[in-house]
């Protein structure tokens, strides 16, 4: 029932910035948690942000707190995920992911229910 497409992928120096976009179909976005993952060559995907379905707590893992910021804009069923202080190994393609009424720590799972095909993003040093 529910669709993502994520965009906003692309190459940045070192120390750089770039902001993602996830956007979802259907009328019921704002019931549902949403979270970014991230999976470079040859590793497991890996849990980086999420934001809870009432929009009030976001939850990041310890290698991007303080860099990366997730919010989101109901009205425009849009989740957005930026991105400061780029490194190296920040390099993946990241996904965006929903599950309904879920809270933002919750979502640090691999088995959520919706989600999208991904944007490459890559930091060169």
């Known amino acids: 029932q529910v669709q993502l497409v994520e965009s906003g992928g692309g190459l940045v120096q070192a120390g750089g910035s770039l902001t993602l976009s996830c956007v979802a179909s259907?009328?019921?976005?704002?019931?549902?948690?949403m979270a970014w993952f991230r999976q470079a060559p040859g590793k497991e995907r890996e849990f980086v942000a999420a934001i809870g379905w009432r929009g009030s707590t976001t939850y990041y893992a310890d290698s991007v707190k303080g860099r990366f910021t997730v919010a989101r804009d109901n009205a425009k069923n849009t989740v957005w995920l930026k991105m400061n202080a780029l490194k190296p190994e920040d390099s993946a393609i990241y996904y965006c992911?929903?599950?309904?009424?879920?809270?933002?720590?919750?979502?640090?799972?691999?088995?959520?229910?919706?989600w999208g095909q991904g944007t490459q993003v890559t930091v060169s040093s």
């Open positions: 992911a929903a599950e309904q009424y879920s809270s933002a720590q919750a979502m640090a799972r691999s088995n959520l229910d919706y």
């Open positions: 259907g009328r019921t976005f704002s019931n549902y948690g």
